[in-house]
T-cell receptor, first 118, second 115 residues
Framework: GAVVSQHPSWVICKSGTSVKIECRSL??????MFWYRQFPKQSLMLMAT?????????EQGVEKDKFLINHASLTLSTLTVTSAHPEDSSFYIC??????????????FGPGTRLTVL | QKEVEQNSGPLSVPEGAIASLNCTYS??????FFWYRQYSGKSPELIMS????GDKEDGRFTAQLNKASQYVSLLIRDSQPSDSATYLC???????????????FGKGTLLTVNP
């Protein structure tokens, strides 16, 4: 149980284009999903918390107009990187929270999307 | 700034030995603690969660929590070469929206188990 998928697994795009990444919870409903970014040799940094049916909560320093998040259903959240630039190249990973109180917050991660912007 | 500190390693142990991984955190209000394993180029995999002081065992893994000392550890018994990975400590805390749904990760400890 608690399987999260992500698509695509990797993408290469030209500078200035937009890229959409999908995150799906396959065997459970996830009212809350999370988007992380990981640069080489760095740890995971939370970008935003995505709540089904409401606006995402972005962490300090993350541009909400550049990283558009939509969580339209209990099993799908999308992250769109708009007008991508080489500095946006990174490993983007989503996670989903299983049911349970806020204090627990067990998160299961998707396989990640490696984005390379040329 | 809430922080989670780990020794970056690398920690090298022989096959069959016990690997001990440590983590300290700064937020005294944290209530949930997690250990994730991350293989190179892959996403993290949850291996242990712990919420109460003391030990929690699951197979070859034992998590230990001491909230007074703000210290979490992970012991891996009978270490195998397949355990070679980066181990991330994660602590639950407040996100920017004020809910309780943010995990702060340490930078991870690289473990190498030598055959």
């Amino acid at each position: 149980g608690a399987v999260v998928s992500q698509h695509p697994s990797w993408v290469i795009c030209k500078s200035g284009t937009s890229v959409k990444i999908e995150c799906r919870s396959l065997d459970f409903q996830a009212t809350t999903m999370f988007w992380y970014r990981q640069f080489p040799k760095q740890s995971l940094m939370l970008m935003a918390t995505s709540n089904e049916g409401s606006k995402a909560t972005y962490e300090q320093g993350v541009e909400k107009d550049k990283f558009l998040i939509n969580h339209a259903s209990l099993t799908l959240s999308t992250l769109t990187v708009t007008s991508a630039h080489p500095e946006d190249s990174s490993f983007y990973i989503c996670s989903a929270k299983t049911s349970g109180g806020a204090v627990y917050n067990e998160q299961f991660f998707g396989p990640g999307t490696r984005l390379t912007v040329l | 700034q809430k922080e989670v500190e780990q020794n970056s390693g690398p920690l090298s142990v022989p096959e069959g030995a016990i690997a001990s991984l440590n983590c300290t955190y700064s937020d005294r209000g944290s209530q949930s603690f997690f250990w994730y394993r991350q293989y190179s180029g892959k996403s993290p995999e949850l291996i242990m969660s712990i919420y109460s002081n003391g030990d929690k065992e699951d197979g070859r893994f034992t998590a230990q929590l001491n909230k007074a000392s703000q210290y979490v550890s992970l012991l891996i018994r009978d270490s195998q070469p397949s355990d070679s990975a980066t181990y991330l400590c994660a602590v639950n805390g407040k996100n920017s929206g004020g809910s309780n749904y943010k995990l702060t990760f340490g930078k991870g400890t690289l473990l190498t188990v030598n055959p």
